[in-house]
């Protein structure tokens, strides 16, 4: 079943709730699909909905060719018969039952069988020895690996995962999304994750979605969605912390005028461009002499943290707003450099490193 | 103390077998009764929720004496109800057992009710919605995993349900009677030997009554105690 498996999942789901109106399309034949956005923007009630634990108004949900929900042909199967795996943001363990009645919960057949499958799967994510413990006596790392185990026992066809990592702190956060990857590595079917993290969806997913008040706004695959966003909103929920409006002044010049300054294209302006975004990271100090598509600017702020420092600085534009303080993220061998050199006079710009947005 | 060993020899014990008798029956029914309307009660909107709620309270705030009214009302063997259990299953409540754990179950079910209602709506969703996806079926979700996650407030439920029901009163005695050895409850007996000016009887039974109240709360604050250790103190 590895590696031929056909992937192909299609959800169409339309619903409102009040003033909330949910209208997502997601149509993806990726392994590790991911779903970006801020809390309150659908992205969970997007996964329930795949689920059937929650109420659809109209819409279609196909894995590969089984039908899950038709709202025209009045199909609507039952959480129990979706054969879709569901992680929940608190794992959702029974409190009352131990960690092996726990995977257990969920299968069918004989009770010796199932034992026997459920304490390899135990072992397989290194939870042998656990298998009576209650879950309350478990770390939430340990309760992270049951919630699993308790879904791959069960083979579903695809397994949502909803903010799987929120509930842990720092550092094991960062063990366990490594772990995840590793214990997904051979699971043939497709896995959704949906998080407001950039970071753990930028590791995670093939294939990524960027949600917000329930519509997609952009979709494509992971490493191109960062490095070209199109739209503000996306290039702002990838990181993205500084925005210039824009005038085109002809076909390779444009003005950021927020930042008071022109900007030398080597490539043609796209006609709908209206903004543009420059990653905090990218900015190169230029020392002495000024080049093309530089920002002369007063510092304001700077913040101190273990790896990297933070300038907050103001451009060189005269009538000034707060939240136009550019944000300079330096660090390794460029803090090194700004520290024995001094600060730079200008910030350059690279072209590549320039977000055209609309 | 000789006087009440004297007492305990000489006394009719029955009214204490009809009592726990009908406290164990009326329990059991308000148990699965009681899970089965807190059940139907949380799926509800809140209107009907609110209304639901009064009517399946009712029993437990009016005067057991006004409860009693009703049954009388309902059972009578003077009215169509009453009359048809009589003549289709020769079935008689007033006056009879049936009518002690009628009253009783009447009485009590609202604390089986109330406390299984609070009890579920403490339960967190997701882990239904996890027996859900994880294809289990509703009664295997309802009885292994939202019954026992519910249990402390389940099993003080019972209990009080228990003491409630074995000590019931009005509604008894308007419905069943206090029939020697039939339906003569404790309480019941209680009231008349006061009646006729027997206080060392009524003494010896007013401290039954106590012991097994006393050991009805225990046994809830021994269920729910484990909880109890992890609350902090104000």
Known sequence: MVGTAVKKLYADIHREIGNFELNITIESEASRIGILGASGSGKSMTLRSIAGIEEVDSGLIRINDRVLFDSDKRINLKPQKRNVGYMFQNYALFPTMTVLKNVMAGMKGSADDNRIKAMEMLKRFRLDGYEDRLPGELSGGQQQRVALARIMVTEPELILLDEPFSALDGYLRDRMQVEMLEMLKDYPGQVIMVSHSRDELYRFSEELFVVRKGEILRHGETKAVFSDPVKIEVAKMTGCKNFSDVKILNERTIEATDWGITIELENKVPEWLGHIGYRAHYFEPVWGEREENCIRFDLVRVDDLPFEKNYYIKPEKTEFREDDLLCWFVQGEEQKRVEQKGLPDYLKLTEDNILLLE | ?234
């Open chain 2, 1 to 234: 103390m000789s006087t009440f060993t004297q007492l305990a020899g000489s006394l009719d014990w029955s009214p204490l077998w009809i009592s726990l008798k009908t406290g164990v029956v009326a329990t059991i029914i308000s148990f699965f009764l009681g899970l089965w309307a807190a059940r139907k009660v949380i799926k509800k909107d809140y209107r009907t929720k609110s209304i639901l709620d009064g009517i399946l309270t009712l029993p437990m705030v009016l005067p057991p004496t006004v409860a009693g009214f009703f049954l009388l009302l309902i059972f009578s063997r003077r009215r169509a109800f009453g009359i048809f259990l009589n003549d289709t299953f020769n079935i008689q409540v007033v006056h009879t057992w049936l009518g002690c754990i009628i009253a009783a179950t009447v009485i009590a079910f609202p604390l089986m009710y109330r406390n299984a209602r609070a009890a579920f709506e403490q339960i967190d969703a997701n882990l239904v919605y996890a027996g859900r996806t994880l294809g289990m079926s509703e009664l295997a979700i309802f009885w292994r995993i939202v019954v026992p996650t519910a249990g402390p407030g389940i099993a003080s439920g019972t209990i009080l349900t228990f003491a409630r029901a074995m000590g019931e009163y009005g509604a008894t005695s308007m419905l069943a009677g206090n029939i020697p050895g039939k339906t003569g409850t404790v309480s019941q007996r209680i009231a008349m030997v006061i009646q006729d000016g027997d206080y060392m009887t009524a003494g010896f039974w007013v401290v039954i009554v106590l012991l097994i109240t006393f050991f009805a709360v225990f046994l809830i604050n021994i269920i729910t105690g484990k909880h109890m250790k992890n609350v902090r103190k104000w």
